[in-house]
């Protein structure tokens, strides 16, 4: 391997924080060079963010179709045609990454196919498709993260499954056992659930969604009841067999129970594997993150951090943002981020949207801190579109009124939390959500019904309501 190149700047990896990164980077009149091993888009595109909202958005139709005759609307017998559902999944995620070749080329950014691994802090070896020495007076890692596996019970990917070895399931199983309450296995619930599989949720902790605090666990451990899914909290997976025709799941209690599948959903660890990490001077922290300055700056001048690898946010948009500050840094160009108003959200049925401090959180914070809770039950929209599962609440500080944070759970969740974290990093306040004229009628209005709660000048809801 004799060839060299030289660019301005390195990006390793090409997930939703490297290709923004590289694309920022070029903008800025920069040379860039973009590594990937895998297909571009990395976790996100290929098996994470977007082949799950498609499979999901199957769900959503069919849920509507279920619902028809509410609407006085006739329909014939429905029938789920997994297999389809799968192939359509896998054409989305084509079509979007053909995109996204296109939209690197266009930046005039150079892909490299092939494993990174430092030489020293300005030079990679790349091995794979394309083999070649690489020089670049900065780095930016964007390697992101991989599913967990418990060494107990490794996945082996025909029935222990994790969440990328599950979507490429082809047949609906009857029954499936998620280890795991989070995020992540709570969409995949969701997701069987809707379709008629036999759904048992395996959590260590007292409850499901425990990372989002426990108005939200609450509220959806109740709605996961009604469509029939088992909850069992503080509990621990001793070990899964795979018996060839279903799995055999035994608890740390002792006790068993079989299942078609088993999907381990205990979170995500960071990956830096083979990227001689040491030879760039850098030095892991105890779970494999990279920890970075307000910067994405590492301990090493000119070697950059962003998305999972970090081991803060591990969220798309928080990566693609950490990129767009990391790639202007390496540029010369001076930026800072700031996560106060990271909105996170959770793909179930129904949606929920979070974004800032929960009302526990700002009162350890040292807050005085109120709420206002709109239900969607009292919104027009909602009864009219026969959305009304959920609310919308506002936390704030009640000496000066500034929006602290807020979560929606319900009807177009996903896209509502955008007012909230455009609120709470502009730091305004609930009179500048009541001042502001909201469209009638809309599942918005919600956020404005909420703020007058907050502010105890209640229009569409009774005075002196129980807050919950």
């Not at 498709?129 to 900065?138: F, I, V």
């Not at 709570?186 to 902790?205: D, N, P, Q, R």
């Not at 621990?236 to 067999?241: G, T, Y």
Request: some cysteine; glycine content about 8%.
């Amino acid at each position: 391997m004799s060839e060299r190149k030289t660019h301005d700047i390195a990006v390793i990896g090409s997930g939703p924080g490297g290709y923004v990164a590289a694309i920022k980077a070029a903008q800025l009149g920069k040379s860039v060079a973009l590594i990937e091993k895998g297909a571009l888009g990395g976790t996100c595109l290929n098996v994470g963010c977007i082949p799950t909202k498609t499979l999901l958005a199957n769900t959503a139709v069919l849920r509507q179709i279920r619902h028809a005759a509410d609407f006085g609307i006739d329909v014939g017998p429905v029938a789920i045609h997994y297999n389809k559902m799968k192939a359509r999944k896998d054409q989305v995620v084509s079509k979007i990454r053909t995109g996204l070749e296109g939209l690197i080329k266009s930046n005039k950014i150079t892909v490299y196919r092939g494993a990174a691994q430092f030489e020293s802090p300005r030079e990679l070896k790349i091995v794979g498709q394309d083999n070649l020495y690489l020089h670049a007076d900065q780095m930016i890692i964007a390697t992101g993260s991989v599913p967990f596996d418990i060494k107990a019970f490794p996945c082996d990917h025909h029935r222990i499954l994790n969440s990328t070895s599950v979507l490429e399931l082809t047949e609906l199983p009857k029954s499936i056992a998620i280890v795991g309450g989070g995020y992540i296995g709570c969409e995949f619930a969701s997701l069987f659930a809707e379709l008629g599989v036999k759904v048992t949720i395996l959590e260590a902790l007292p409850t499901i969604l425990m990372a989002q605090g426990p108005t939200v666990s609450t509220f959806m451990t109740k709605a996961y009841s009604t469509r029939g899914v088992e909850i069992r909290t503080n509990v621990a997976v001793q070990n899964i067999e795979n018996k060839k025709t279903h799995v055999h799941i035994t608890l740390a209690s002792g006790e068993t129970l079989d299942a078609d599948y088993a999907l381990v959903a205990v979170g995500r660890k960071v990956y830096t594997e083979g990227l001689m990490l040491e030879k760039a001077g850098l030095m892991p922290g105890e779970k494999g993150a990279l920890a970075v300055n307000d910067k994405m700056e590492t301990d090493v001048p000119g070697i950059y951090a962003i998305g999972d690898v970090t081991g803060k946010w591990m969220l798309a948009h928080v990566a693609s943002h950490q990129g767009i500050v990391a790639a202007s840094n390496a540029a010369g160009h001076p930026m800072k981020v700031h996560y106060e108003a990271v909105p996170a959200v959770v793909f179930t049925s129904p949606e929920i949207a979070t974004v800032g401090l929960t009302l526990e959180q700002a009162q350890a914070a040292g807050y005085t801190a109120i709420q206002g809770t709109f239900p969607f039950q009292a919104l027009g929209k909602a009864q009219a579109a026969l959305e009304t599962e959920g609310f919308a609440q506002v936390i704030s500080d009640k000496k000066t009124g500034q929006i602290l944070g807020a979560i929606v759970i319900g009807h177009e969740a996903s896209n509502l939390i955008a007012e909230m974290a455009l609120a709470i990093q502009n730091e305004l306040t609930l009179e500048s959500v009541i001042e502001t004229i909201h469209a009638h009628p809309t599942i918005a209005e919600a956020w404005h019904e909420a703020a007058a709660i907050a502010n105890e000048t209640p229009i569409n809801f009774p005075p002196r309501m129980k807050r919950p």
